[in-house]
């Protein structure tokens, strides 16, 4: 599966993003979809993740901000982001594995291309 991420920018602190990836391939609603993110000088961490049949899971800083969905029909999984914060600045990543659920970077099997967010002050 090929991966390619969108929606990216800068944006105010308290603002809202809605960051997209679009997968290629027949086998997409096979996959567990999933965000990792990779702030300048910190290694990449687990923001969401969204099983084949919708179960959701998110790290402790993004609870109850964001909110992953999946379209199988249409091959997306997206991210909607609210009360953005500048600890939320990052390089985002969309990834992809057959296995539910993964946290570790290193154990995921297919990565997108990044998409910057930038949060102001």
């Known amino acids: 599966v090929q991966l390619q991420a969108s929606g990216g920018g800068l944006v105010q602190a308290g603002s809202s993003l809605r960051l997209s990836c679009a997968a290629s391939g027949r086998t997409f609603s096979s996959y567990a979809m999933y965000w990792f993110r990779q702030a300048p000088g910190k290694e990449r961490e687990f923001v969401a993740g969204?099983?084949?049949?919708?179960?959701?899971y998110y790290a402790d800083a993004v609870k109850g901000r964001f909110t992953i969905s999946r379209d199988n029909a249409k091959n997306t999984v997206n991210v909607q982001m609210n009360s953005l914060k500048p600890e939320d600045t990052a390089v985002y990543y969309c990834?992809?594995?057959?296995?539910?659920?993964?946290?570790?970077?290193?154990?995921?099997?297919?990565w997108g291309q990044g998409t910057l967010v930038t949060v102001s002050s």
């Open positions: 990834a992809a594995d057959p296995v539910w659920l993964i946290i570790v970077p290193t154990e995921i099997n297919h």
């Open positions: 969204i099983s084949r049949r919708g179960t959701t």
